[in-house]
């Protein structure tokens, strides 16, 4: 027998199980149903997939200021350009426009921040969006001080109003739901009682019920003269309507840590807020971030229903756009630019969640 001491040279892979054409072999065309499957999967992907294409590509009409230059053959994508505006900044003064874009590019430079592991003083940074940045924001978006015109916030609108429902319904919803999951764990009868009815209250009704509510109904209740305005209103009812289902996602991720741990950290002198704040909160939320961004993508998607209270957001503006007798007939642009949009974000916040899950390992593979 002989025993070779010399280390073999690395030698490729062999071609037929890397590449596209293996991928392929092995995954669509691996055995006479698979390959059937997959042939008639491509075919029912052709007959659908072309005519879109064609539609929404190669015949559609792209240039233009008005109905006028739309073929018909295709997409007119002209009503989106002419409207574009208006879908973004509603009813916003044009002259202001740069304050819109002013507030959401420093929002984007904060999250960039944040989520860009490399950059420090993420500490700093978190306090500054939380306690400085929405001040900024309203002044600048208000306005009323330091020489900025007042624009009311009926004249919000577009994508604009999405974002700042969606955005304040989250910053806001998640630290309440927080207090209000640990509460509905408490032993303090009061404290535990008062959480479960305030969960249970807002989670037995439907959203556009709290809206409709806070709209009509809380302004007959108010002292005469004394008025809150309408968005704000709104952003309240939809912020405690989703801190009532965040409080639930949460306490589903307090009840998966072992009760040993909290022992522990009990046994070792740590206070009732030093063990939950340290130990038992960081892998309860760490557990529930696909909970937590499932219950935000549903906010996202639910600013829509401010329509009912005459608040328009994206899809109400698109709506409203639709309305207008110069663009009859072009509905079916304006709602796939709206799901796009909607699409756009919803799937960028999955994303980000999934991404992480695997930074923080919580999909605990073996």
Same mark, same amino acid.
């Given at each position: 027998?002989?025993?070779?001491?010399?280390?073999?040279?690395?030698?490729?892979?062999?071609?037929?199980?890397?590449?596209?054409?293996?991928?392929?072999?092995?995954?669509?065309?691996?055995?006479?149903?698979?390959?059937?499957? #997959?042939?008639l999967g491509l075919y029912l992907l052709y007959l659908i997939l072309v005519p879109i294409i064609q539609w929404a590509f190669i015949n559609a009409d792209w240039i233009g200021t008005s109905r006028?230059?739309?073929?018909?053959?295709? &997409?007119?994508?002209? +009503?989106?350009?002419?409207?574009?505006?208006?879908?973004?900044?509603?009813?916003?003064?044009? #002259?202001? $426009?740069?304050?819109?874009?002013?507030?959401?590019?420093?929002?984007?430079?904060?999250?960039?921040?944040?989520? $860009?592991?490399?950059?420090?003083?993420?500490?700093?940074?978190?306090?500054?969006?939380?306690?400085?940045?929405?001040?900024?924001?309203? +002044?600048?978006?208000?306005?009323?001080?330091?020489?900025?015109?007042?624009?009311?916030?009926?004249?919000?609108?577009?994508?604009?109003?999405?974002?700042?429902? &969606?955005?304040? !319904?989250?910053? !806001?919803?998640?630290?309440?739901?927080?207090?209000?999951?640990?509460?509905?764990?408490?032993?303090?009868?009061?404290?535990?009682?008062?959480?479960? $009815? +305030?969960?249970?209250?807002?989670?037995?009704?439907?959203?556009?019920?709290?809206?409709?509510?806070? #709209?009509?109904?809380?302004?007959?209740?108010?002292?005469?003269?004394?008025?809150?305005?309408?968005?704000?209103?709104?952003?309240?009812?939809?912020?405690?309507?989703?801190?009532?289902?965040?409080?639930?996602?949460?306490?589903?991720?307090?009840?998966?840590?072992?009760? =040993?741990?909290?022992?522990?950290? &009990?046994?070792?002198?740590? =206070?009732?807020?030093?063990?939950? !704040?340290?130990?038992?909160?960081?892998?309860?939320?760490?557990?529930?971030?696909?909970? $937590?961004?499932?219950?935000?993508?549903?906010?996202?998607?639910?600013?829509?229903?401010?329509?009912?209270?005459?608040?328009?957001?994206?899809? !109400?503006?698109?709506?409203?756009?639709?309305?207008?007798?110069?663009?009859?007939?072009? @509905?079916?642009?304006?709602?796939?630019?709206? &799901?796009?949009?909607?699409?756009? +974000?919803?799937? #960028?916040?999955?994303?980000? @969640?999934?991404?992480?899950?695997?930074?923080?390992?919580?999909?605990?593979?073996?």
């Amino acid at each position: 027998m002989t025993i070779q001491h010399k280390m073999i040279e690395a030698r490729p892979a062999p071609t037929h199980t890397i590449g596209p054409v293996a991928w392929l072999r092995a995954n669509l065309f691996s055995g006479p149903v698979n390959t059937l499957f #997959s042939l008639l999967g491509l075919y029912l992907l052709y007959l659908i997939l072309v005519p879109i294409i064609q539609w929404a590509f190669i015949n559609a009409d792209w240039i233009g200021t008005s109905r006028e230059d739309c073929s018909r053959q295709g &997409a007119c994508w002209v +009503f989106i350009n002419a409207r574009l505006s208006q879908f973004i900044y509603g009813l916003y003064p044009r #002259s202001e $426009i740069w304050r819109v874009n002013l507030t959401f590019a420093l929002f984007a430079a904060l999250i960039a921040w944040l989520v $860009i592991p490399r950059l420090p003083y993420k500490r700093w940074v978190v306090l500054v969006t939380l306690l400085v940045f929405p001040v900024v924001a309203f +002044f600048l978006l208000y306005g009323g001080s330091f020489g900025l015109p007042v624009v009311q916030t009926h004249r919000w609108g577009g994508l604009m109003l999405t974002l700042i429902l &969606a955005v304040v !319904g989250m910053v !806001g919803a998640l630290p309440i739901g927080i207090l209000l999951a640990l509460g509905r764990r408490s032993k303090m009868p009061i404290v535990k009682s008062f959480c479960v $009815i +305030f969960i249970e209250f807002w989670r037995g009704v439907p959203l556009i019920t709290v809206l409709f509510m806070a #709209s009509v109904m809380l302004p007959l209740f108010m002292p005469t003269g004394m008025g809150v305005d309408r968005l704000i209103r709104a952003l309240v009812g939809i912020t405690l309507f989703q801190s009532a289902y965040m409080a639930e996602v949460i306490r589903g991720g307090l009840q998966a840590i072992p009760r =040993g741990q909290e022992e522990a950290a &009990a046994a070792l002198g740590m =206070g009732y807020w030093k063990r939950t !704040g340290l130990i038992v909160l960081p892998q309860a939320l760490k557990m529930m971030i696909p909970g $937590i961004v499932n219950t935000f993508i549903s906010l996202f998607k639910d600013t829509t229903l401010v329509m009912i209270i005459g608040l328009f957001d994206l899809l !109400g503006i698109v709506q409203a756009a639709l309305a207008d007798s110069r663009w009859l007939g072009f @509905s079916l642009e304006g709602y796939i630019f709206a &799901a796009f949009i909607f699409w756009i +974000f919803c799937f #960028s916040m999955s994303r980000y @969640s999934q991404y992480l899950e695997r930074k923080l390992h919580t999909g605990h593979k073996r």
